[in-house]
Each structure stands twice: as structure tokens, then as C-alpha cells.
């Protein structure tokens, strides 16, 4: 098991950007698919952006695609999600996981998650 620490949500006007971070530590971070997933009000969670081990492989949703980007450092044991472009839409509280098998676009396949980080886009 790894423990996910998310940072760098907040409140932003629409247009503007945010850089969200996410700590990892327990196990070998380079093991592990990262992910980010969203969750607003009501809504389900939906997934954002996912990143594989190497960060050779990068999926996006089509709602964030052009706007949105995941990176990682494996010498930091970090994982950002660079968020360009905000909409009233993005509003969520924005969660990372971790992945020990695959890449995956499924929250079902990411058995280890951080406690969320709110982010809040006002029009």
C-alpha cells in the first residue's frame, strides 16, 4: 500500500489555472499507475487523466483533453495534474489514486487514493 497526499486545489476565476500535486510514499512509486479522478456534487466520479509507470502512456477525458496535463517524477514520487483553461465544470473535489497493475481510465482498477483536494472554478 502507498499514501497519497494531494495538494494545490483552490478557488480560481474561469480562464485561470491550477497545478495540482500529489505526494506518494510507502512503496516504489515507479511500481504504480497514477490517476486522477474528479467527484462533484451529486455527480459520480469520473475520471480526468491517467499516467503509467514510465509516463510513455497518458490517457485523458475528452472533457479535459487540451486543457488538462499529467505529468509525474519518479525521482519526487509525484504526480501533477497542470489544469489550464478552467471552466465552472472543473469544480470538483479532484482525488489521486494509484495503480499496481495497469493504466487504467477505471476507478476500480486503482486500489489506493488520497483524501481529494477541492477545486472551485467561479465564472
Known amino acids: 500500500q502507498v499514501q497519497l497526499v494531494e495538494s494545490g486545489g483552490g478557488l480560481v476565476q474561469a480562464g485561470g489555472s491550477l497545478r495540482l500535486s500529489c505526494a506518494v510514499s510507502g512503496r516504489a512509486f515507479s511500481r504504480y499507475a497514477m490517476g486522477w479522478f474528479r467527484q462533484a456534487p451529486g455527480k459520480e466520479r469520473e475520471f480526468v487523466a491517467a499516467?503509467?509507470?514510465?509516463?510513455?502512456?497518458?490517457y485523458y477525458a475528452d472533457s479535459v483533453k487540451g486543457r488538462f496535463t499529467i505529468s509525474r517524477d519518479n525521482a519526487k514520487n509525484t504526480v501533477y495534474l497542470q489544469m489550464n483553461s478552467l471552466k465552472p465544470e472543473d469544480t470538483a473535489v479532484y482525488y489521486c489514486?494509484?495503480?499496481?497493475?495497469?493504466?487504467?481510465?477505471?476507478?476500480?482498477?486503482?486500489?489506493?487514493w488520497g483524501q481529494g483536494t477541492q477545486v472551485t472554478v467561479s465564472s
Open positions: 489514486a494509484a495503480d499496481e497493475k495497469a493504466i487504467s481510465k477505471y476507478y476500480q482498477d486503482f486500489n489506493s
Open positions: 499516467i503509467s509507470r514510465t509516463g510513455v502512456i497518458i
